[in-house]
């Protein structure tokens, strides 16, 4: 169930582009990290050009992408994977870019998060109620 945030500066995207962007990291999500795809949230903001800075100054393009999941539901390695792959991802549909590009994961306890007003942990502890009933 991940929330995540695309940020793009530079030139407006076109819908189609937005689309794909968050078509593809909902996609990433699920063959990567195993989440499901219908509670991948994707959401994308567009800066300005300049609203982006690299050591101080203004850069025409740059982009970032974060995203919370829930901690200790990945191994280091797919998460290295679905960095350089929304990395990839990124470059191929919108980029280059002019300042480096960031993806983070945000890996948040499952008692600190969650959708629909009801935590993960709380989740989890109804799904092993339901399987010990």
Wanted: cysteine-free.
């Amino acid at each position: 169930m991940p929330l995540i945030q695309i940020t793009l500066t530079g030139p407006q995207a076109a819908p189609a582009t937005i689309q794909r962007l968050q078509q593809e990291t909902t996609r990433l999500m699920q063959t990567i990290l195993h989440k499901e795809a219908a509670l991948t949230v994707v959401s994308v903001s567009q800066l300005p050009a300049g609203a982006f800075t690299a050591n101080g100054q203004a850069v025409a393009t740059g982009a970032s992408l974060q995203a919370l999941i829930t901690a200790g539901t990945n191994s280091a390695a797919e998460k290295a994977a679905f960095i350089f792959a929304a990395k990839t991802l990124l470059t191929v549909t919108v980029g280059p870019f002019d300042a480096p590009l960031y993806v983070a994961l945000h890996e948040l306890p499952a008692d600190s998060w969650g959708y629909d007003g009801q935590t993960q942990a709380a989740r989890k502890a109804q799904t092993l109620i339901g399987e010990s009933a």
